[in-house]
C-alpha cells in the first residue's frame, strides 16, 4: 500500500536549490515515528538508488550517497509525519525521479512506492 506523497521537484538551474517534501498522510505517528526514513531516486535509464537516510528521534542519525554529501540535507518533522530534503548546489547529475520511504533491512524500502517527484537540473 503506497504510505507516501512526494512533492517539490522543479526544473532549476545547475547551483541552483530545491526542497522536497515527503508527507504520509495514511500512517498513523506510532508506525511513522519508529521508522528509519529515506530519500531516494532513479535516473533515466538507471536503477533507484538511496541517497540520504535519517534514524528515528531523538537521535535522528543521518548517512548520505557521497554524491550529495556536503549538498543534501534530510531532516524529519515528526509531529506533521514529514521528511525533507533540502538540496543545494544541484548538478545536472542529480536529475532523477525523487522517493521518500521507510527503510527495512539492508536499505530496501519497506512500503510500496509513491508517486515520486521530478527534479531536472539544466541550464
Known amino acids: 500500500q503506497v504510505q507516501t506523497v512526494e512533492s517539490g521537484g522543479d526544473l532549476v538551474q545547475p547551483g541552483g536549490s530545491l526542497r522536497l517534501s515527503c508527507k504520509a498522510p495514511r500512517m498513523i505517528t506510532s508506525v511513522f515515528n519508529p521508522n528509519l526514513w529515506g530519500w531516494y531516486r532513479q535516473a533515466p535509464g538507471k536503477e533507484r538508488e538511496l541517497v540520504a537516510s535519517?534514524?528515528?528521534?531523538?537521535?535522528?542519525?543521518?548517512n548520505y550517497a557521497d554524491s550529495v554529501k556536503g549538498r543534501f540535507t534530510i531532516s524529519r518533522d515528526n509531529s506533521r509525519k514529514m521528511v525533507y530534503l533540502q538540496m543545494n548546489n544541484l548538478k545536472p547529475e542529480d536529475t532523477a525521479v525523487y522517493y521518500c520511504?521507510?527503510?527495512?533491512?539492508?536499505?530496501?524500502?519497506?512500503?510500496?512506492w509513491g508517486q515520486g517527484t521530478q527534479v531536472t537540473v539544466s541550464s
Open positions: 520511504n521507510a527503510l527495512a533491512n539492508s536499505e530496501q524500502p519497506k512500503y510500496d
Open positions: 535519517i534514524s528515528p528521534a531523538p537521535a535522528r542519525v543521518t
